[in-house]
């Protein structure tokens, strides 16, 4: 199945924010990640869903004791968020809690294994983690999914090589995409929607694309076509 797409409101106020979902009215996905939850908070995530009506892809990573983060996941469910994270490193009674938390809802929560801001280096040298990062993100991808996560956010450099260990039935959600229309930015090992798609993401998420694109419309526009090809 095609992925979806998700449209990353990396934003300061929620002025910026309902004018880029006013922009791109065909999209139905949209992440609130810090940098908009900190300005904004949960009544912009209640809004999004209830007032504008789109699913929210609440991204706060989540890392803190069980019962903290099982509290922060229940409050997410109550504001609407469908998807949320957490930290796999936060072991296994922590994701089991945020799973318990959700249970009878429509939310799901997403692992997020190695951050690709860290290198083998950095997860040796500094983290104290002996393992290249491309093994510590398949043991964490299982270890979260058998953990209770539904599924995990990937490179989609990492689609295929977290399948092999979780199957094909938890979610996947990959940032790192870019068009090939679209600038590079800061994004180092991307690929295009179309490919994503194909390696099996169930969901890619994209911004500067779309937010600086000069008909955003027309972005996710193409973007969605891409996605079902
Ligand atoms: O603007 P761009 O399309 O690069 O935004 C991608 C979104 O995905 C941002 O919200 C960014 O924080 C997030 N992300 C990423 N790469 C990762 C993890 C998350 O670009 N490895």
Not at 41 to 46: L, N, T
Not at 151 to 167: D, K, M, W
Not at 180 to 208: C, I, K, L, N
């Amino acid at each position: 199945m095609a992925a979806k797409l998700i449209t990353a409101l990396d934003l300061n106020s929620e002025r910026e924010a309902v004018a880029a979902i006013e922009a791109a009215p065909d999209c139905q996905w949209f992440k609130v990640g810090l940098q908009l939850f900190t300005r904004c908070g949960p009544s912009f995530v209640q809004r999004l869903n209830n007032e504008i009506g789109k699913n929210v892809f609440l991204d706060l990573k989540l890392h803190d004791i069980p019962n903290t983060v099982s509290h922060a996941a229940k409050a997410s469910v109550d504001l609407g968020a469908k998807l949320i994270t957490v930290h796999a490193c936060g072991g296994e009674a922590m994701i089991a809690a945020a799973r318990k938390a959700v249970e009878g809802s429509e939310t799901r929560v997403l692992a997020v294994t190695v951050l690709t801001s860290i290198t083998d280096v950095t997860l040796r040298d500094e983290i104290g983690i002996h393992e290249p990062v491309a093994e510590a993100v398949r043991r964490y991808a299982r270890c979260a999914v058998e953990w209770g996560a539904h599924g995990v956010v990937a490179s989609p450099h990492e689609i295929e090589t977290i399948r092999e260990v979780v199957g094909d039935g938890p979610v996947i959600v990959t940032p790192g995409i870019r068009p090939a229309w679209a600038s590079a930015g800061d994004q180092a090992r991307f690929t295009t929607p179309r490919e994503a798609s194909q390696r099996g993401a169930d969901f890619v998420v994209v911004g500067r694309p779309i937010l600086e694109h000069s008909d955003p419309a027309a972005a996710v526009k193409a973007i969605q076509e891409e996605l079902h090809e």
